[in-house]
Structures are given as structure tokens and as C-alpha cells.
């Protein structure tokens, strides 16, 4: 049984641009959230993704925007890229009957 | 506002001992708080969580405790083994009609030491 994928596992991108990360739930789940971390901290809620519409959101500008597919699958994507933009970017899944996020590998992103 | 902390940002434990990861939160509307285990490159693993209406749930060789009271949570490893090195944190899931979000506090390193 497949847990939560990313891709990539690291990417390297200039300010100013824009990037798109990929994740799958773990199988059985339908509801995909997207965390960001920074080096040395907890991370931090950026959105939830739920029958394909955002149904919660943390406090992040609109640069950060998601989307999710029929399968589940879900992107999100930063526009804009900032210097502060730079963290591991980690994916969980859930099942909506239940409560237990399980997370993905993440994807580091450096902003140069 | 919300938020979950941990008191010890180091703990370093012989191994074999047991070990002790403290918590404290400050919303006490919580749904459930949960325990992860993030090694070196890796995303946070689930250990264990429990619900705000419980004290106490045990794992394998992992306890949680929860005193509501004093809005204190917290980890115990039972017979450290060098395979806990990691970082722990605890997170407070709010749990809403509209979705559920996990709040992270900054994280304990555990360094065991042969």
C-alpha cells in the first residue's frame, strides 16, 4: 500500500518565478492538505483540498494557491517566488470519515 | 491566540532510559492533539494522538498523557533506542464542519546516546 507521494523531491528556482509541486494521497484518502516548513520549525497550514475545492486556509498570501483532481491527486502552486518562500513543502492526507493526517516526504524548495 | 509549544527545544537520553517529551498548548477547544516523529530529509511521521476527552493512550512503547487542566501534553518513550533519534512534535488538530487543520509546535529534538 502506497503512502503519500511528492514530486520532485527538490527544486531549485529564481525569485520572481512561478512552481508547481505534486502530491498523492495515500490510497483510500480523499482530502489533501499542504503544509509549509521552514528549516528548524513546525510546520505551518497553508490550505486543505476536500471533493476538489479548498475548504480551509491558513494564513497565506494568494500566491499560494492548490487544486485538486478527481483522483485525489492535488497541486500546489506559488506564484511570484520570494526569498522567504524557501522550506519543505509537505503534502498530507486524510480520510474525511476520520482525522489522522499522514504526510508525504515533502519537497525542498530553494529560492535563490 | 493558538498555539502549541514544546518546553525543551534538546533532550538528549541514554539509551535504554525512557524519555519525556513535554507540550503545552493554549486552545483549549481543541479536538485531539497528535504526536509525529520527523527524521533527518524525511516528512513527519504519525505515533500517536488522542482525544480530548481521554487522559491517557498507549502505544507501542509510546504513552500520551493529556491534563487538561493545565493544558499539558505529553510523549513518553518507553527503553529509548537509537532508531528514536528524531525530532518530535506535538500538534493540535481543530477539527470543523468546513475541514480539519494541524497546528505544530517548534519541535524537541531527542539525540540518544549509546
Known amino acids: 500500500d502506497a503512502g503519500v507521494t511528492q514530486s520532485p523531491t527538490h527544486l531549485i528556482k529564481t525569485r520572481g518565478q512561478q512552481v508547481t509541486l505534486r502530491c498523492s494521497p495515500k490510497?483510500?484518502?480523499?482530502?489533501v492538505s499542504w503544509y509549509q516548513q521552514a528549516l528548524g520549525q513546525g510546520p505551518q497550514f497553508i490550505f486543505q483540498?476536500?471533493?476538489?475545492?479548498?475548504?480551509q486556509r491558513g494564513n497565506f498570501p494568494d500566491r499560494f494557491s492548490g487544486h485538486q483532481f478527481p483522483n485525489y491527486s492535488s497541486e500546489l502552486n506559488v506564484n511570484a517566488l520570494l526569498l522567504g518562500d524557501s522550506a519543505l513543502y509537505l503534502c498530507?492526507?486524510?480520510?474525511?470519515?476520520?482525522?489522522?493526517?499522514?504526510f508525504g516526504p515533502g519537497t525542498r524548495l530553494t529560492v535563490l | 491566540g493558538e498555539s502549541v509549544g514544546l518546553h525543551l527545544p534538546t533532550l538528549s537520553v541514554q539509551e535504554g532510559d525512557n524519555s519525556i517529551i513535554n507540550c503545552a498548548y493554549s486552545?483549549?477547544?481543541?479536538?485531539?492533539f497528535i504526536w509525529y516523529k520527523q527524521e533527518s530529509g524525511k516528512g513527519p511521521q504519525f505515533i500517536i494522538d488522542?482525544?480530548?476527552?481521554?487522559d491517557k493512550r498507549q502505544g507501542q512503547r509510546v504513552t500520551v498523557l493529556l491534563n487538561k487542566t493545565v493544558k499539558h501534553l505529553s510523549l513518553q518513550i518507553a527503553a529509548t533506542q537509537p532508531g528514536d533519534s528524531a525530532v518530535y512534535f506535538c500538534?493540535?488538530?481543530?477539527?470543523?464542519?468546513?475541514?480539519?487543520?494541524?497546528?505544530f509546535g517548534g519541535g524537541t529534538r531527542v539525540l540518544v546516546k549509546p
Open positions: 498530507a492526507s486524510s480520510s474525511a470519515g476520520t482525522d489522522t493526517q499522514y
Open positions: 490510497s483510500g484518502h480523499d482530502t
Open positions: 483540498y476536500y471533493e476538489e475545492e479548498e475548504r
Open positions: 486552545n483549549s477547544a481543541s479536538d485531539y
Open positions: 488522542i482525544r480530548s476527552n481521554m
Open positions: 500538534a493540535e488538530n481543530k477539527v470543523k464542519a468546513a475541514g480539519n487543520k494541524l497546528t
